[in-house]
């Protein structure tokens, strides 16, 4: 159908945005920030950080709308692998949007001086649900991907999706009310996001 086609191309076209500043934000910006002269990072947070983040949002939005339009059209529930991998990867994608609205862009506008606030309490909650956003991209990702190319391989049970959207849900509560961890560097977030993804793939397939 020609209307699923186009809901479906701006859908990767707006993940691609929004993923992409998402990992240009934890593995490249965040990273030189640490490193920065005064100088030249007051200078970025200025006029180039407010830029990026206005991509970053409105990606995340154009994908959360478009995967909504996206499911009025997918029969997931002909098939049990499908609508739990699609449900599951929803959920995390879900998570995502909600923390880049209700998060991360309110935080960093106290951040970049846009509104007042406590600076360092409000980049450290940033930081957190930014970090979990990158986390969850993995699962997110490979629920996207799943419900074509692994449904028919992946018999879920009723228990194995619960106990895989319940994980996501303990670590969406980190993300609000808990701590960095090892998320703090970007290898360990790189790994864990792997690690997860592998998990949820077990506990989906095997209990």
Not at 39 to 57: E, G, Q, S
Request: proline fraction near 3%; charged fraction near 10%; include cysteine.
């Amino acid at each position: 159908m020609v209307v699923e086609f186009i809901i479906r191309w701006f859908h990767v076209l707006a993940g691609l945005v929004w993923i992409g500043m998402l990992y240009y934000f934890n593995f490249v910006q965040t990273e030189y920030f640490k490193e920065a002269e005064a100088t030249a990072k007051a200078d970025a947070m200025k006029k180039l950080a407010p830029r990026a983040l206005k991509w970053f949002r409105y990606g995340a939005l154009v994908t959360f709308l478009t995967g909504l339009g996206l499911l009025h059209f997918v029969n997931a529930f002909a098939n049990t692998g499908v609508s739990a991998l699609i449900l599951m990867g929803a959920l995390a994608g879900t998570f995502m949007f909600l923390n880049v609205w209700l998060v991360i862009w309110p935080k960093q506008q106290i951040v970049l001086g846009m509104k007042e606030g406590d600076g360092p309490a409000a980049a450290a909650k940033a930081g957190l649900a930014s970090r979990t956003n990158t986390l969850f991209s993995g699962p997110m990702l490979f629920g996207m991907l799943g419900s074509q190319h692994l449904s028919q391989m992946i018999p879920v049970s009723t228990t194995g999706f619960a106990a895989a959207c319940g994980l996501i849900v303990l670590l969406q509560l980190n993300a609000l009310f808990g701590r960095m961890g090892p998320m703090a560097s970007v290898v360990g977030v790189v790994h864990l996001s792997i690690a997860l993804t592998g998990v949820i793939w077990a506990l989906m397939a095997y209990l």
